[in-house]
């Protein structure tokens, strides 16, 4: 059975009052607002001449937050063939996919899948992106585009994500990019030390970054069947060590 369509709140307005709202806790209640925030909640709420939407059969819920997407990623599931269970498969094939992708495919794919979140009330996205070889700083121009575009939608927040961090070569490129990528405008210092040769290494290149530049940390942890693993108590240790930055 379809459900029917949720009735249109549309933009903000000086006065709108949502009758008949289910609450989280199962109960019944009005909702007034004011502009952009709730003024007030009860029952048998005066109009005050305002617009008025009778929500009587819908939960009336804070909108959700997604704290992990890759949106640079978004809708490719169907480009890149790997077998599943294989991380590091599917690290390399889409290393070599990100080679030909341009700025604007990305944007296009990354807004269209922030829309779709933003369809359904996601009001709040955290996505990483890849900054590295084959692909640059090209992601990150693209995210930050989107984030602009769908400033008066959704915050997005943008975690450039690049291994590996340390050594020279490679690693010696990728940090040169993370700092450019801090430069253009990124929110967040990510990594995934587990990849890393050194991933101690790289939790504390990642922690410098953040503090040179007063950003938070985002990193992937733990992906790994490592038994001697000790990078969530590192990462902790060098967190709690006087890091004045969110982690």
Sequence with gaps: ???????ALGAAKEMLLIRNATLPDGSSADVRLEGDSIAEVGAGI????GDVVDLAGYVLLPA???PHAHLDKALTSGRVTVQPGDLEGAI?????????????EISARAEAAAVTSLERGVTAIRTHVDVGEGIELRAAQALIEV?????????????????PLTGTGEGASNRELMREAMELGVDVVGGAPHIDPDPLGQME??????REYERPVDLHMDEHMRASSVDLVDLARLAADGFPCPV
């Excluded at 059975?1 to 009735?7: D, F, K, L, W």
């Excluded at 005066?46 to 001449?49: C, I, L, P, R, V």
């Design 147 to 163: 984030r602009e575009r769908l400033g008066p939608l959704v915050d997005i927040q943008i975690v450039a994500l690049s291994y």
């Design 46 to 49: 005066d109009a005050e001449g």
């Design 205 to 210: 290149f990642c922690l410098d970054l953040a």
């Design 92 to 104: 390399a094939a889409w290393h070599a996919e990100r080679r030909g992708l341009a700025v604007e």
């Design 1 to 7: 059975v379809r459900p029917a369509p949720v009735p």
């Design 64 to 66: 959700p937050a997604e």
